[in-house]
């Protein structure tokens, strides 16, 4: 009746998917297509993060949605060891990324060596996928151009 | 004419269950016996109770426990948000419904089963992911996709920014814990009583989350509850016990703060809302960090006992590991702190059970007295609230 297949499939993301609100659809979205975007006020073109509906500085509802560089560096990070956080095989890194844009989130640093993780390390955004066929932004140390 | 007038407020009664893994009882049980142990040892009937303040992550119902205290005609109810970050907020919204001659009788509880029954330092169940608006934590939602799903994450992650620039290893966290477990060791009511612990210990305990925190720099998980009951000063007088004068109380929220989940506002390696607590509270009662005989400090995590300190000004920027490393918090120190055993080494009540013990140092029955000096005000502190407790 059936057949092995040829190759084995690639193992299943096991990481949760992101939790998505009304007001941060827009980054979640683009992270599936493989984009890094943030928001801004349309008026005073201020940043904000997390993402909100209201401008704190002029108040504005006007948002836009723009690429970012996707550069930063580790501002923070912690490898948490107890309990095993779900969905991870190993101890991922956990990092505030201060992004160059001028300010920050947690995200995961990968392709890196718990060693060798050094505060204000310059780090790029990448991919990663998870459960649900979802993608979250996570950072790799910058490669040198 | 309004015939209310300012009074002062002043706590007049404190009650608790015993602390435990496994209470063996409901929660709601558990805050039916803080409450009357409370009401009892301020000599007034449950009956009389006319304000009720809890905080979020408690999930008894005002409505029940009232019903189990026979509360007559209650006057006031509030949950205030930000989880255990309110612990002092319950003493400075009380204070303000007394000030305002709104409340006679006011109830603070928080009681849980926060061992046997669920447990706050593991992984988040589904229902816990989900945003909860009241906790002040929106952004861990940001976390979690991450693997930061405990407090002890988002507290490292708030920590190590702090801990980098000050160059301040775990071992040096080490002296805080060795320290609230010296106390605990004293205190009969404590989990950790007789069971002190050394640097060595400290060391040899597992990782939570490396390099910043290990097991002995976390608070317990715990089952129990805690009461206070707040009245006016002029009524305490007349009441059982030497009343506790509140001299002032505060919260404060700055701009981009947020709990635990805290890395937006500018400056990571300060605590912006505490030391927003510590100026409000000093301009309001005109005292200072030299006029404390000694603290309670909400402990989560090792590293915020130093975030405090040095917010309210005990210590300057980057001085507080080596504050409690001379033994700035032992009892003969210059501020005995968490003399319970704080929130790791007595047991965690959400932080009440350390705002009681500041009542205790001005009563003058602590398990952990302050004998060295007279013991005229003491600062309760929860980061985002303060209080500071005063002989009437």
């Known amino acids: 009746m059936s057949t092995a297949p040829e190759t084995p499939a690639p193992p299943k993301p096991t990481r949760i998917a992101p939790i998505v609100t009304l007001d941060a659809k827009f980054f979640w979205d683009a992270a599936d297509r493989g984009e890094f975007l943030g928001e801004r006020c349309g008026q005073c073109k201020a940043f904000r993060f997390p993402p909100r509906p209201m401008c704190p500085h002029c108040h504005s509802l006007t948002r836009e949605e723009v690429k970012l560089s996707g550069h930063g560096t580790v501002h923070g990070w912690t490898i948490p060891r107890h309990p095993p956080p779900f969905g991870f095989k190993e101890a991922p890194i956990v990092v505030i990324v201060q992004l160059d844009e001028g300010f920050r989130m947690v995200s995961n640093l990968v392709g890196v060596a718990y060693h060798d993780v050094r505060q204000d390390m310059p780090v790029e955004v990448d991919f990663e996928p998870t459960m649900g066929n979802h993608k979250v932004p996570v950072f790799r140390p910058r490669s040198a151009s | ?106 109830l603070i509880w928080r009681a849980m089963n926060e061992r046997s029954q669920y447990r706050f330092g593991q992984n988040p169940n589904q229902q816990m992911m989900a945003f909860q608006s009241g906790n002040g ?80 720099d976390c608070c317990q998980e715990s089952d129990g509850g805690v009461a206070v009951l707040v009245t006016s000063l002029q009524r305490a007088r007349d009441m059982k016990q030497k009343p506790v004068r509140i001299v002032g109380a505060t919260q404060s929220i700055p701009y981009n703060v947020e709990v635990i989940s805290n890395y937006y506002h500018e400056d990571l390696t300060e605590m912006p809302e505490a030391k927003g607590t510590a100026k409000r509270l000093w301009e309001q009662t005109g005292l200072g960090p030299q006029d404390m005989q000694a603290a309670m400090i909400y402990d989560a995590f090792s590293p915020h006992v130093l975030l405090q300190l040095e917010a309210f000004g005990f210590c300057r920027p980057g001085e507080a590991a080596g504050f409690v490393k001379s033994g700035g918090m032992a009892l003969d120190g210059v501020l005995p702190t968490n003399t319970n055993g704080g929130l790791s080494g007595e047991a965690y009540i959400h932080g009440m059970n350390s705002m009681i013990e500041g009542v205790r140092q001005i009563r003058g029955t602590s398990h952990n007295q302050v004998t060295r000096r007279s013991v005229e005000h003491v600062l309760v502190s929860s980061g985002m609230a303060g209080a500071v407790l005063g002989k009437a």
């Open chain 2, 1 to 106: 004419m309004s015939k209310r007038r300012f009074q002062d407020a002043a706590i007049a009664g404190i009650g608790h269950t015993e602390y435990s893994k496994a209470s063996g009882r409901s929660e709601l049980q558990l805050a039916a016996e803080c409450a009357k142990a409370a009401c009892d040892d301020a000599g007034i009937s449950p009956h009389d109770i006319d304000g009720m303040i809890t905080f979020t992550i408690d999930n008894n119902d005002e409505i029940m426990l009232a019903r189990c205290l026979g509360v007559k005609d209650l006057a006031y109810t509030t949950r205030i948000p930000g989880g255990g970050a309110a612990a002092a907020a319950t003493i400075y919204q009380a204070m303000a419904m007394v000030n305002a001659g709104l409340c006679k009788h006011v």
């Open chain 2, 137 to 216: 934590t929106g952004s861990l939602l940001w976390c979690v996709p991450y693997g930061a799903m405990t407090p002890a994450s988002w507290g490292a992650l708030q920590a190590a920014r702090y801990m980098h620039r000050f160059g301040i290893t775990n071992r040096d966290l080490a002296f805080v814990s060795v320290q609230q477990r010296a106390y605990a060791a004293n205190n009969p009511d404590a989990w950790f009583y007789g069971k002190p612990i050394t640097l060595e210990d400290h060391q040899a305990s597992k990782w939570i989350q490396e390099p910043w925190l290990r097991l002995l």
